[in-house]
């Protein structure tokens, strides 16, 4: 009998546990039998490694060969198990070269052709792998790019089956990974492109220099989604670490290549609870919110989405992350994300409540699927009109003037906020608490907020939320403390015509 070991990793949400592949050959019937509670793929994968490997004109054991994955308790699914089990096969009748897989990670899944193919979820695994002392990775040549975001790790790329065995054996030699370009840049459109609207574009300066979230309430062609779109392009690039947490969700969902912008994810409206918060049978996958991590998350037409996926958003957006239990195991997806709510102000879509041809009792249901407790959660309500709008776009301001004011708004933020150690950069992720016992606004602007909680015009939260909103508008303003004129601007800004009334 003879036995070889490789090491590998398996996904749980965007982190990653060592699986360790054990092959026994011995006598018996030839065949290969996998155990340690794999999926499908990993069954499937008997036929197709031992075509890789004769392919590959690489001897395989015609006797029987027993696969072991273990822990045995823990589920594995994919099929990045291919390339482990294929050299731990082979390595089982060379002895002498365990030292070399006993370092090194190893993850792909195997064409039929002997070739190398990308797979998801690279980047968590060599996060794993670093963390348990490994010192050397292999990977296919499509998941090269994000591997350059883990320092300290000799990441190797392995083409085909073949390379990959030579280089084992110490015969032959495989490329470093190198980033190349990324696979994630995308255009953003530019705010010069919008006509008009002063106060929806003062609207997405303020949200994206404070992280607030926006609701965009306006007729067909006001410019709801142009807004939208275009707010990451004024966001701040990301950070490195903000990168690498990004591109571990993108690789986990099998987009791979490293993430260096702000993420904007846009679901249709039909999309389902799982697809929105994460979750699906067998592996969870993470969902719209947690693809758009450090991003923006758009949802137009909010209005045609029911009120029980809506309300899902409600724990991702005051916790930052989506937490998800199944019966064995707790699935964690980071999910810090700045909601753009975009919907027509009623079914007619009418500019004007005057000229609107809806019923009172279809007026009053419309919108009503965005419940209170979410609408709460609202920094910013804007109503969008299309009656007056400005025909050209001569004069308006372009992204690159935006996002150096909300550039320097969020330095000020967080020059500020570090001076507390609460692991926190922005005004919107700030603890209220604090807030309110050691940055107010001034007197009167506290005043102002205390009387529009005593006559009920805004909730606890509401109150908490329109002063992190004024302290962007003063970040954005450059001043030290929010004043009343700040306070009132706030309030304006979400959108409750009594508050508006009362400010």
């Not at 990308?118 to 670093?130: S, T």
Request: proline share 7%; aromatic share 4%; charged share 20%.
């Amino acid at each position: 009998m003879a036995l070889g070991r490789s090491f590998t990793a398996a996904l749980e949400g965007v982190t990653a546990r060592i699986v360790t592949v054990e092959a026994n050959i011995g006598p018996g019937l030839p065949g290969i039998h996998v155990v340690g509670l794999g999926d499908a793929a990993v069954s499937e994968s008997r036929d197709r490694i031992r075509t890789a490997v004769a392919n590959s004109r690489l001897s395989w054991p015609r006797t029987k060969i027993v696969v072991s994955m273990s822990p045995a308790s823990l589920r594995k699914a994919g099929s990045h198990f291919d390339l482990p089990t294929a050299l731990a096969v082979l390595a089982a009748r060379v002895p002498d070269i365990a030292p070399v897989l006993d370092s090194t990670l190893i993850i792909g899944e195997l064409g039929l052709d002997g070739g190398v193919r990308e797979v998801p979820g690279v980047l968590p695994a060599l996060l794993a792998a670093r963390e348990h002392g490994f010192t050397k990775a292999l990977i296919p040549p499509g998941n090269a790019a994000e591997a350059t975001l883990v320092d300290g790790l000799a990441v190797f790329v392995a083409p085909t089956l073949a390379g990959a065995w030579d280089w084992v054996l110490g015969e032959g030699t495989l490329p470093m990974a190198d980033g190349g370009v990324s696979t994630q840049e995308r255009r953003i459109p530019d705010f010069a492109d919008i006509a008009g609207q002063p106060q929806a574009r003062l609207a997405a300066e303020v949200a994206a220099a404070g992280g607030h979230h926006m609701f965009l309430i306006g007729p067909p062609g006001s410019g709801k989604s142009m807004i939208a779109t275009r707010l990451p392009g004024i966001l701040p690039p990301l950070t490195p670490d903000q990168s690498l947490a990004v591109t571990a969700v993108h690789s986990v969902s099998g987009h791979p290549g490293v993430v260096r912008q702000a993420p904007f994810v846009a679901p249709h409206h039909s999309v389902t609870r799982p697809a929105l918060l994460g979750g699906g049978s067998g592996l969870p996958r993470p969902g719209a919110v947690s693809l758009a991590h450090h991003g923006v998350l758009f949802l137009d037409e909010a209005s045609e989405i029911s009120a029980a996926i809506l309300d899902g958003l409600r724990t991702p957006l005051e916790d930052g992350h989506v937490r998800l239990l199944r019966s064995r195991r707790e699935v964690i997806f980071p999910a810090q994300f700045q909601l753009v709510l975009a919907a027509n102000p009623c079914q007619c879509a009418a500019d004007d409540p005057a000229a609107c041809r809806c019923s009172s009792s279809v007026r009053a249901r419309y919108l009503a699927n965005i419940s209170g407790p979410l609408r709460d959660r609202l920094d910013l309500i804007v109503r969008l009109r299309s009656t007056g709008a400005v025909l050209s776009t001569e004069g308006a301001e372009p992204s690159a003037a935006i996002a150096e004011r909300v550039c320097a708004a969020r330095d000020r933020a967080m020059f500020r906020w570090r001076r507390h150690d609460r692991g926190c950069d922005i005004n919107a992720h700030m603890d209220p608490h604090l807030l309110r016992r050691h940055h107010p606004a001034d007197d009167a602007g506290m005043a102002l907020l205390g009387v529009l909680l005593a006559d009920g015009t805004l909730t606890q939260r509401g109150v908490d939320r329109a002063l992190k909103v004024a302290w962007t508008l003063a970040d954005l303003a450059g001043v030290d403390q929010p004043d009343l004129g700040h306070i009132a601007a706030a309030v304006d800004l979400r959108g409750d015509e009594d508050a508006r009334a009362a400010a």
